[in-house]
Nanobody
């Protein structure tokens, strides 16, 4: 079993940056692909970014491509989401997730474990 703890959210002005972290417990962390999803108020949860077990393959939603970067440190059991040039429409609760592949994490059905989420608020 893997437990995920998301952190790093907060309030930032448009154009600013934040880095989210997700610390995982369990010895099988490096065998999972990792991803980030987000859920804005009144909207469905949606895919943002994913990375395969080695870090050699990444995928992004079109809405964040070029602004967000996902990375992982298997020695620290941690995955990161660097968010630059934030926009008010990026305001959401961001959830860390594990899956069996970065491709599979492109949809909610591909998630195996969820973090509890961290709130990101971008002011205009």
């Amino acid at each position: 079993q893997v437990q995920l703890v998301d952190s790093g959210g907060g309030l930032v002005q448009a154009g600013g940056s934040l880095r989210l972290s997700c610390a995982a417990s369990g010895r099988t962390f490096s065998s999972y692909a990792m991803g980030w999803f987000r859920q804005a108020p009144g909207k469905e949860r949606e895919f943002s970014a994913a990375i395969n077990w080695s870090g050699g393959s990444t995928r992004y939603a079109d809405s964040v491509k070029g602004r967000f970067t996902i990375s992982r440190d298997n020695a620290k059991n941690t995955v990161y989401l660097q968010m630059n040039n934030l926009k008010p429409e990026d305001t959401a609760v961001y959830y860390c997730a594990t899956g069996y592949s970065d491709y599979g994490l492109g949809r909610l059905a591909g998630v195996v474990h969820w973090g509890k989420g961290t709130l990101v608020t971008v002011s205009s």
